[in-house]
């Protein structure tokens, strides 16, 4: 039982993270239609630039909020100067762009921050906390907490705004959107900094625990991307509930059966999932009208 | 005014006097493919400044043999197809005399036929045990193996009387590397090892694995082969589940960078590594500590960073090489190799070389010292008598 928890806390930390990777994802898939491969670069810009920012003697709370604007305004001009002027370009060069983007975005973080790991100092103390005889560190309830309001204040935003909508009608169908007077331009725009800001929350969060580094965003990009298809493309709470579940898999294998298979005996249950249900666990049904 | 003029004539006519008399001069090439850029930086770039810094100060007090050194450093960036090209590069166009350098293994590999070929000393600066075994002729290599590192933690364990062990790798070519040497030593000390793990080198959570290990009976002391974030990590998981018994890090992990990521965690963890890491800490009768305390000084006032092993491997390639042209007297491909084969009581940053035809690397366990985490410092063991 002691084994069960332990495995489940470390499955829940890391699945935060990829929940919070693939809910990026899904924000700029719906609002654009593009598979955003620099998602995970807003992660490591987050870390990296609160690191920075408080070597250089800034308060840490302050030096988090401008690592946030930091990977907004990123955000924002990934999808000015890259994503919109090849706006009728097919998916396939879009997302080459992206993966362009995240390696010269990784090639930029080189050389403007370094090479080396760093890490930040725990919100609450290094102090483990034990719980049934598995120990779990404070951080990871802050990571699991700061998802949960992230993914519940992304919810009010959406279901319960006008804002919301419009992003909704826009994820609908762009054409009839613009159509009704929405700025879908705009909506784009708000979906790439929202996914910007959500990745470098995520990112600042598990830095005391994962460390952080100028190319730890591949990682994560990977597998946001499989926890987004594993919950169905498209499907915010998909996205959480698959990001969640593909980090408990990691643990459970690691722990259960072998550390050596615990990246295929993920990867297996996805594509046994996506064998059998296509459009993911959460996932609407593509229906194509002829 | 006009005097001005004169001086300047004369300071311009002087000096196109000394670059006509520069290139004049016979040059000796030293080439150097090195991964300056990319995911083995941290390796490529110190061994490339201290290369710089060295052929300067060889160059200032006259070169070698007369013969001014040229340096010609190209960037791998971590890809061992580069190097193959780099290298081939070096033997037609550059036309080098000898070669330091190959930063990885796997860099070091690619370029191996290339220079057995073209007959041209080649000293690499890479880990792994399969570039000096078997022996090559040209090839020889300056920093310790994977398998060393391993017999010195053995070593420590059999002095404390501990002889069942957990391994927990990474999956990268280091950690896969070093636990394998590290099995294939395990049974020359009496050691067992009762379990093992693995995680990707790019893990972030390593609890579930630790857990196991935890729960695995008569476990009296782990060992974690790999390099990078992960082993801060294992250390730092090692800690919050409550492990009581000794952990042993590899020499991947010896830079001040693994005490701060690891922060708390690290104390009392131990590991094998080289003088160069404990200069002025060592005790005034070793004698490599007038080297290492002279190289970690002068990398540290020319660069402004913390010297690293993999700089000092650089700098042991130069030196073994220039001093092997001394005494070959000449830049002479075959001689030199002769000579560098011949080098003995070499006293470098990593160790007292002494090689022969059977041994291309030439150092012995001495090289290692072992070192334990304390007050977010190292200290010296005393020594296991390996």
């Known amino acids: 039982m002691a084994e069960f928890l332990q495995f489940a806390f470390s499955g829940l930390t890391v699945g935060a993270v990829y929940a919070l990777v693939a809910l990026g994802f899904t924000l700029i898939y719906n609002a654009s239609g593009v598979v955003n491969f620099a998602q995970g670069e807003f992660v490591m810009l987050g870390g990296m630039s609160t690191v920075f920012l408080a070597l250089a003697g800034m308060p840490l709370p302050f030096a988090a909020l401008i690592a946030v604007v930091v990977a907004v305004a990123i955000g924002l001009v990934l999808h000015r100067f890259a994503i919109e002027p090849a706006r009728g370009a097919g998916p396939v060069t879009l997302i080459m762009i992206t993966i362009g983007a995240s390696i010269f975005l990784r090639g930029a973080a080189q050389i403007v921050f370094d090479k080396r790991f760093h890490s930040l100092p725990p919100l609450f103390g290094a102090d483990p906390i034990r719980f049934g005889g598995a120990a779990i560190l404070p951080q990871s309830l802050v990571v699991l907490a700061g998802a949960v309001v992230v993914v519940t204040l992304l919810w009010a935003v959406i279901d319960r705004t006008l804002l919301g909508k419009a992003v909704i009608a826009t994820a609908a169908n762009r054409l009839a959107a613009r159509l009704v007077g929405i700025n879908t331009r705009r909506i784009v725009d708000f979906s790439f900094a929202v996914s910007a800001a959500i990745g470098a929350i995520a990112g600042i969060l598990v830095t005391p625990i994962t460390l952080t580094s100028y190319d730890v965003g591949t990682l994560l990009a990977l597998k946001g991307f499989a926890g987004a298809m594993l919950g169905g493309m498209g499907s915010a709470f998909g996205a959480v509930v698959g990001g969640l579940l593909l980090g408990l898999l990691e643990a459970f294998s690691a722990g259960y059966i072998s550390s050596n298979y615990k990246d295929a005996v993920a990867f297996l249950v996805i594509l046994a999932v996506l064998f059998m249900m296509p459009q993911g666990l959460l996932g609407r049904a593509q229906v194509e009208r002829v | ?386």
Request: charged share 20%; with cysteine; net charge neutral.
């Open chain 2, 1 to 386: 005014m006009a005097r001005n003029h004169i001086v300047a004539a004369i300071g311009i006519g002087v000096s196109m006097l000394f670059a006509a008399s520069h290139q004049a001069s016979a040059q000796t090439k030293i080439g150097a493919v090195l991964s300056v850029t990319g995911p083995a930086s941290f390796l490529g770039d110190p061994e490339k400044k201290t290369l710089e810094m060295y052929v300067d100060a060889i160059n200032a007090k006259g070169g070698v043999n007369g013969q001014k050194l040229e340096l010609v450093i190209y960037d791998d960036g971590g890809d061992a197809n580069n190097a193959r090209t780099f290298a081939t590069r070096l033997v037609e166009e550059d036309k080098i005399a000898a070669m330091v350098g190959g930063t990885s293994t796997g860099a070091t590999l690619a370029m191996i036929p290339v220079f057995e070929e073209a007959q041209i000393p080649f000293i690499s600066l890479a880990g792994a045990v399969q570039i000096i075994e078997p022996v090559r002729k040209w090839v020889f290599k300056t920093p310790h193996t994977d398998r060393m590192a391993c017999e010195k933690i053995f070593a420590d364990l059999k002095h404390r009387n501990l002889t069942t062990i957990a391994i927990i790798s990474g999956t990268d070519a280091f950690g896969k590397s070093m636990r394998d040497q590290c099995i294939a030593v395990a049974p020359k000390y009496g050691v067992s090892i009762a379990h093992e793990e693995t995680y990707g080198p790019r893990d972030s959570d390593m609890t579930p694995q630790l857990t196991n290990i935890k729960n695995a009976a008569g476990v009296q002391a782990v060992v974690n082969t790999g390099f990078g974030q992960g082993p801060a990590i294992v250390t730092r998981n090692y800690r919050q589940l409550g492990i009581t018994v000794p952990l042993y890090q590899s020499h991947g992990v010896a830079s001040k960078q693994f005490i701060d990521l690891a922060g708390a965690a690290a104390e009392g963890v131990r590991l094998p590594a080289a003088a160069l890491l404990v200069a002025e800490k060592l005790p005034n009768s070793d004698p490599q500590k007038p080297v290492v305390v002279n190289y970690s000084r002068e990398y540290q006032q020319k660069t402004g960073q913390a010297v690293s092993t993999f700089g000092g491997h650089a700098y042991d390639g130069l030196m073994i090489l220039t001093q092997a042209m001394q005494r070959a007297k000449s830049a002479d491909k075959a001689q030199v190799r002769d000579e560098i084969e011949k080098t003995k009581g070499y006293i470098g940053t990593g160790g007292i070389v002494n090689m022969s035809p059977t041994d291309h690397l030439g150092l012995n366990l001495s090289a290692f010292r072992m070192l334990e985490i304390k007050n977010g410092d190292w200290t010296l063991v005393p020594d296991a008598g390996s």
